[in-house]
């Protein structure tokens, strides 16, 4: 008979408990996780450790769920191991957030097992995903037409979660529950093949692999563990390549040159490693955006800009050679200019006078009578100036292009409008039709905010 920790002994120690620790164990009240709480119990007392099991009741299916509930605490009161017991109501969540009733479900589930871990000192909590199951994933993702990530299956640790039995098959715990009597309860669900993908591909697609090769879930777990040394070596190489990417708080940069030196394979990574070190996280950025960005370097020639928008309030912008990422900032809002009280705009602080002082724009005096309304917004590049000397007006992205000021710079320049009429941009010019007349003239002090870029 198998003996009640040999089936654990197969995985790294580095996914056990240690000698004294505390370890918490996730339980539904299914086959797998029972026979996983069976043997973290007998491996826990044999090196002086204890093990706590947490049950999350997810209220999806009525009173089986209640079910569930109540025998988990049952069989943990005959066994004499701790129970911490969580519910929730999923289908809010779900509504709340947008989320699907899996997605929603497991978010709350994984809450409640940190939370109740930090409670009792554990510092990892164990789940019963075994071999079988990540056969499953495997196969799941490349229906789904995952990257190579996906074909790497399960994490044997993932930040604070430890999957213990992922070299161990489904057939085998049921021997281990029969060898030992683990009792356990079904989920009714789960014999339904319409319920869910992977129930279907669990209930008739592996049984037919496993007709064609008995061995075919030892072999998937295998090809996927190979795969996993693979992404691993790229996702160095990707590190090593960016381990000097210029940051700052809100924008990362980098030398497209850099890109496009390193192999293909690496390239999509070496992007993703940018969203880690702009600190929004890799969650959301599919293959579609870092094409999307690989494209814009492409087909961007030398001394052009271009930008896209992505996940996470995330702008990517092409400018000299360099791919730029940051994080977009708060739009910027019109705002009335009133005489001498100054008014914080973006970059800068602007303040309407009747003298020039300092740097700034010198206006037509009329353009404070009473029927004109004077007004800071952002410079809507459509819209154009007829500079002094010009042949006629000009868009004001035209005029930013001959400049070279770049699309970032450009959205973040003061412009004003003179009832709802551009008159003058900063660093571009004003208009010919408000130009001063003799010695009257309305001000507008600007100011550039030093802190706002760091300098």
């Not at 129930?199 to 592996?206: G, W």
């Not at 390239?267 to 494209?295: E, K, Q, S």
């Not at 009747?354 to 410079?379: F, Q, S, Y």
């Amino acid at each position: 008979m198998t003996t009640r920790t040999e089936l654990l002994e197969r995985a790294p120690c580095a996914v056990l408990p240690e000698r004294g620790e505390a370890a918490l164990c996730a339980v539904s009240g299914g086959l797998d996780s029972m026979c996983l709480l069976h043997m973290l119990d007998g491996w826990s007392k044999a090196r002086g450790g204890r093990v706590i099991a947490a049950h999350f009741n997810h209220r999806l299916r009525g009173a089986a769920a209640d079910r569930d509930e109540a025998f988990v605490r049952e069989i943990c009161a005959q066994w004499n191991i701790p129970l911490a017991v969580g519910r929730g109501d999923v289908g809010a969540l779900a509504r709340e957030k947008g989320l699907c009733v899996e997605e929603a479900a497991r978010n709350m589930r994984y809450d409640f097992l940190r939370r109740t871990a930090e409670a009792e000192g554990c510092s990892y909590i164990c789940t019963a995903h075994h071999a079988d199951d990540n056969a499953e994933t495997v196969l799941l993702n490349l229906l789904r037409g995952t990257g190579l990530k996906g074909l790497t299956g399960m994490e044997r640790q993932r930040d604070m979660i430890l999957r213990p039995l992922l070299d161990v098959t489904r057939a085998e715990l049921e021997d281990y529950a029969a060898a030992w009597n683990i009792p356990h309860v079904e989920d009714e669900t789960n014999a339904d093949p319409s319920a869910a993908s992977r129930n279907r591909l669990r209930l008739q697609v592996m049984p037919l692999l496993k007709e064609l090769n008995p061995r075919a879930v030892e072999h998937i777990c295998g090809t996927a563990e190979r795969l996993r040394s693979i992404d691993d070596s790229l996702e160095r190489d990707a590190a090593e390549r960016t381990a000097h990417v210029e940051v700052r708080e809100g924008r990362v940069n980098l030398a497209c040159e850099a890109i496009f030196g390193a192999p293909e394979a690496v390239r999509p990574r070496m992007l993703l490693r940018l969203f880690d070190l702009l600190g929004v996280g890799r969650r959301d950025i599919g293959a579609a955006h870092v094409n999307a960005l690989l494209d814009m370097c492409r087909r961007t020639g030398q001394g052009n800009e271009s930008r896209i928008s992505l996940p996470h309030g995330v702008t990517a912008r092409y400018c000299r050679r360099r791919l730029i990422l940051e994080t977009r900032p708060q739009p910027l809002t019109e705002i009335p200019l009133v005489p001498d009280q100054p008014v914080r705009w973006g970059d800068y602080t602007l303040t309407l006078l009747d003298h020039p002082e300092g740097h700034g724009m010198a206006l037509r005096d009329r353009t404070i009578c009473e029927n004109w309304e004077v007004k800071a917004a952002p410079c809507v590049p459509g819209d154009r100036l007829a500079l002094p000397g010009s042949r006629g007006a000009r868009s004001v992205k035209r005029l930013c292009l001959d400049k070279r000021i770049t699309l970032e710079e450009r959205d973040r320049l003061p412009a004003v409008y003179i009832n709802g009429r551009l008159a003058a941009v900063w660093r571009l010019g004003v208009d010919q039709e408000f130009l001063p007349e003799g010695s009257a003239v309305r001000f507008i002090k600007i100011e550039h905010n030093r802190e706002a870029d760091g300098s």
